[in-house]
């Protein structure tokens, strides 16, 4: 049984801008987003927009140990962190949870608000 690593460079995606913005897809995805209709991409663009304050939780728990700490410190670490391995606070690490969802909420609806004032179609009608 070996180990098997995948190796991502630059170039293994592409930008692509939509509504002023760019996104940045995998080349095997770019055929299948440039064929989709206006309202599509504004669609993926919202959803993709509503994601900003995930991180990966997995990734970053499985590869975090004492010598980068400092660096993988993100929310998501920090709610585990204060629930789970110090003093057990879980109405703060709920709040800071609600507080992380709520900014979610508000970003996709900036970019939902943003998409039809660009001239795209939008999530909520």
Not at 5 to 23: A, E, I, K, M
Not at 104 to 110: E, G, I
């Amino acid at each position: 049984m070996g180990l098997d690593t995948v190796d991502r460079y630059p170039s293994d995606s592409f930008v692509f801008s939509s509504h002023g913005c760019s996104l940045h897809i995998d080349n095997e995805l770019v055929a299948a987003f440039a064929d989709l209709s206006q309202q599509e991409q504004s669609i993926m663009f919202i959803m993709t927009t509503g994601q900003i304050m995930s991180m990966g939780f997995d990734q970053i728990f499985n590869m975090s140990n004492a010598a980068v700490k400092q660096s993988v410190e993100v929310l998501d670490m920090y709610i585990y962190r204060i629930t789970f391995q110090s003093t057990t606070d879980f109405s703060f690490s709920t709040a800071v949870s609600l507080f992380r969802s709520v900014l979610n909420m508000a970003f996709l609806v900036l970019a939902d608000r943003g998409s039809k004032l660009l001239g795209g179609g939008g999530l909520f009608g």
